[in-house]
C-alpha cells in the first residue's frame, strides 16, 4: 500500500519514478481503509533530500501511510524552497492547538546538537510538542539529534561533545533480537553515523526506563526504547541516502572545517570512488518494522490513545 502525500509535492515525481507506491488526496479518499497517520517534524536544513530519504522508507511497507509534516513555527527556516513550509508544512503548535492525534511521529535530527539545549531558539516549542506526543501520538520515532533531544526532555539524560566527530558507517550489534523492530535483523548490521555529541550511556543504563536495544564499544548506544516502543530513539541515520555522508564530507571541506573521511564508507577510504551502501536493506527493514508495531498495536479510533 502507498503513503498519502500531495500531488504537487517535489517527491512525488521522484517517488513515482523510483517505484515507490505514492497515492494522491483523491484516490485515497475512494478507499474504506484507515490509513496510518503519521507526522513528520522536519528539523532538517536540508528540506527535500530529508522529505525523500523518510518516504521512501515508509512507502516500502503493505500499510497505507497519511503524511502530515510539521515544522516549528518560531524558527525561520533558511534553507526550504520559497513557499514549500507554507504550502505542504504546519507548526507544531498548531498540531497541539487543534488537538491532532498520529499513529507515529517523526522527529529528525538537526545540526544544533552543539549548543545547549535551551539554546536552541525553538526549544520550548519542540519540549511542547514533545510532551503532547505522550498523550496524542501512539510511538515517536526519535532521531540522531531529535532522539538526544527526547531523551533530554523525558528523561533529563544529558549529552557529551565526542573528540572528533562520529562520522561513516559503522557496526551496531543486536541486544534483543526478539524485539518487534528487529524482526529479520542479522546479528550485527551497518548504520550510517553523523555527530559530534553522546548520549550518556550510564545515565542511560541508570533509568529503570529505559532499554537499551543496540550499541558497540565503538559508538556507543545506538536504539534506546521506552513504554513498550512507545518511544524510540535513534542516534543515527538509518534513513541517509547513498550520497548523504559524501555531501556533508564536501561542504565541510568547502568551508574548511576539520572533517575526516567517512569511515568505511568509500571503497579503500577514496573519496574520489562512489560510496558502497551496505545498510540499504536494515534500512528498509527497520522503518517497516515500526510501521507494522504502529499498525498492529495503535488502536483503531485515535481518541482511545492514552499515556
Not at 521512501?56 to 511497507?61: A, K
Not at 579503500?268 to 508495531?293: G, T
Amino acid at each position: 500500500m502507498p503513503i498519502k502525500i500531495p500531488k504537487a509535492l517535489p517527491a512525488y515525481e521522484a517517488l513515482s519514478r523510483e517505484r515507490v507506491f505514492v497515492m494522491t488526496e483523491d484516490r485515497a479518499e475512494s478507499q474504506d481503509i484507515r490509513p496510518l497517520k503519521v507526522g513528520i517534524l522536519n528539523l532538517m536544513p536540508t528540506t527535500l533530500d530529508t522529505e525523500m530519504q523518510l518516504l521512501r522508507l515508509l512507502g516500502s511497507s503493505p500499510l497505507q501511510v497519511d503524511i502530515t509534516f510539521l515544522n516549528m513555527g518560531s524558527h525561520k527556516s533558511k534553507n526550504a524552497p520559497p513557499g514549500h513550509l507554507e504550502r505542504f508544512y504546519i507548526s507544531a503548535e498548531e498540531i497541539v492547538c487543534l488537538k491532532i492525534r498520529f499513529d507515529g511521529l517523526i522527529i529528525t535530527g538537526a545540526p544544533v546538537e552543539t549548543l545547549g539545549f535551551e539554546e536552541v531558539d525553538y526549544w520550548n516549542e519542540l519540549a511542547h510538542i514533545i510532551d503532547y506526543s505522550e498523550k496524542n501520538v501512539f510511538s515517536c520515532l526519535h532521531i540522531c539529534w531529535g532522539a538526544q533531544a527526547g531523551l533530554y526532555r523525558r528523561y533529563k539524560i544529558p549529552k557529551m561533545p565526542l573528540d572528533k566527530k562520529l562520522f561513516g558507517i559503522f557496526p551496531h550489534g543486536v541486544k534483543e533480537h526478539h524485539h518487534s523492530l528487529f524482526r529479520g535483523f542479522d546479528d550485527e548490521f551497518l548504520a550510517p553515523q553523523s555527530r559530534h555529541t553522546t548520549c550518556d550511556r550510564d545515565a542511560i543504563a541508570a533509568e529503570p526506563r529505559l532499554s537499551i536495544l543496540s550499541e558497540t564499544p565503538e559508538e556507543g548506544v545506538f536504539i534506546v526504547t521506552a513504554r513498550g516502543g512507545r518511544e524510540i530513539y535513534v542516534t543515527g541515520h538509518l534513513e541517509y541516502d547513498p550520497l548523504t555522508l559524501d555531501r556533508e564530507y564536501r561542504r565541510d571541506i568547502a568551508k574548511g572545517l576539520p572533517i575526516e573521511v567517512p569511515k568505511n564508507y568509500y571503497p579503500d577510504n577514496d573519496p574520489s570512488k562512489e560510496p558502497l551502501v551496505r545498510w540499504r536493506a536494515h534500512a528498509h527493514l527497520f522503518f517497516y518494522n515500526w510501521l507494522n508495531y504502529v499498525y498492529q498495536e495503535t488502536p483503531y479510533n485515535l481518541e482511545e490513545l492514552h499515556e
